[in-house]
């Protein structure tokens, strides 16, 4: 029999970025969390492993990002500051896309608009500054100087870490079967039966699988993502020394492109296509994303020559998508002491120390701190009866 004792404040499902966030803010503030993993950590089956992500400031139309990545920002600086690494490197973050392109002109709006350093160049200043990058004459650049690269894995173990310096406790290998609503809410595994007053579910590419379960059918899509890493075939024009993160949109199809300077692996420049075909998460590997390797190839040929044409290196990641690519962070509809964290749509990892922030704020019935209407489950069944 179990006793009052064995009731945790608050049980987080899934030690990805997200969900180990949120267990950090939790247990920071006092409560008494378990974090639950189902595969051994680390792992590279999810969304949240590899060395590096993209963080930047400007959110074009989606403006309620950059209010909150003012906060993520203060937020990772916290943590670099507490487990003594260093997690950010402010190497800036280029956006470049035809003259014109909303893209642009609403990331240059939107730095603008929030008085953070950037500058706006056309192409004969980016064959001075970065004369590898081969871009047609029409294409417009704005450099925001605010951005840069998280160091990923390291920011991930450093928010586990420090959950268990206040005092979490963390138990990975361990995967939920099913979940038990009620006002002490029930989570059976593989290993036992845990105990809690809320639970967080953060569950990354599962939640698709899982939540309809518990009687929510948010249109979630998992894709798989290929990373893909080129080398120099001279000098080191791409290094974090001389090269900032980047991001494209060519306007033609989905051919949205992102990149990382040679940091990782030493020579080896990050460049991925921000799209992929649809997977199951527990069965990735049975897609063709060949057309994604062309497609990415080709703009490779095209924007930067001076890259070997195939990639030294080819990982995979998981983005879960929604329809209008904006995050589900709510309640249960008839739960409310069920949180769920889902469909991060490939732009999640930036943002995570301020949503689990919030997660912890709706896991402990406190008022969040941002407006969460673009958050809300209801928003994708408005218009049916």
Not at 160 to 184: A, H, N
Request: charged share 25%.
């Amino acid at each position: 029999m179990s006793n009052k004792s064995d009731i945790y404040d608050v049980i987080v499902i899934g030690a990805g970025i997200e969900g180990s966030s949120t267990a950090y803010q939790l247990a920071k503030s006092g409560k008494n969390t378990l974090l639950l993993e189902q595969f051994p950590l680390p792992h590279s089956r999810g969304s949240s492993h590899g060395q590096s992500r993209i963080t930047r400031k400007a959110y074009g139309p989606q403006e309620f990002y950059t209010n909150m990545m003012e906060e993520s920002y203060r937020i990772q600086d916290e943590l670099q500051a507490e487990c003594g690494e260093q997690l950010f490197v402010n190497c800036g973050c280029l956006v470049f896309g035809p003259k014109g392109h909303p893209f642009v002109a609403d990331t240059e709006k939107c730095l603008k608009r929030h008085g953070a350093p950037h500058e706006k160049f056309g192409v004969d200043e980016q064959r001075k500054r970065y004369p590898k990058l081969s871009l047609p004459s029409d294409y417009e650049l704005v450099l925001d100087k605010t951005g840069g690269m998280l160091r990923a894995d390291k920011m991930l173990q450093a928010f586990q870490r420090q959950f268990q310096r206040y005092g979490g406790t963390l138990r990975d290998g361990e995967p939920m079967l099913d979940l038990y609503p009620g006002d002490i809410v029930s989570i059976k595994t593989t290993k036992g039966v845990h105990r809690a007053k809320s639970v967080v579910l953060a569950l990354g590419a599962w939640a698709a699988k899982f939540l309809p379960r518990i009687g929510v059918n948010v249109p979630l899509e998992p894709l798989k993502i290929t990373v893909c890493y080129w080398e120099e075939k001279n000098g080191n024009h791409y290094s974090i020394e001389n090269f900032p993160v980047f991001m494209s949109e060519s306007g033609e199809g989905n051919n949205t492109i992102y990149g990382l300077p040679s940091e990782e692996y030493p020579g080896l420049v990050k460049i991925c296509l921000h799209h992929g075909p649809k997977i199951d998460p527990d069965n990735r590997d049975a897609v063709d994303n060949e057309w994604v390797l062309d497609t990415i190839k080709m703009i490779i040929r095209t924007h930067f020559p001076t890259l070997e044409k195939e990639p030294s290196v080819v990982e995979t990641c998981i983005y879960t998508n929604t329809p209008d690519t904006d995050f589900v962070l709510d309640v249960h509809p008839s739960w409310k002491n069920v949180v769920i964290a889902a469909g991060f749509s490939g732009h999640g990892f930036k943002l995570a120390p301020v949503v689990g922030k919030v997660l912890a704020q709706l896991a402990t019935g406190q008022r969040p701190s941002y407006d969460m209407s673009h958050f809300k489950i209801d928003r994708f069944f408005k218009n049916k009866l």
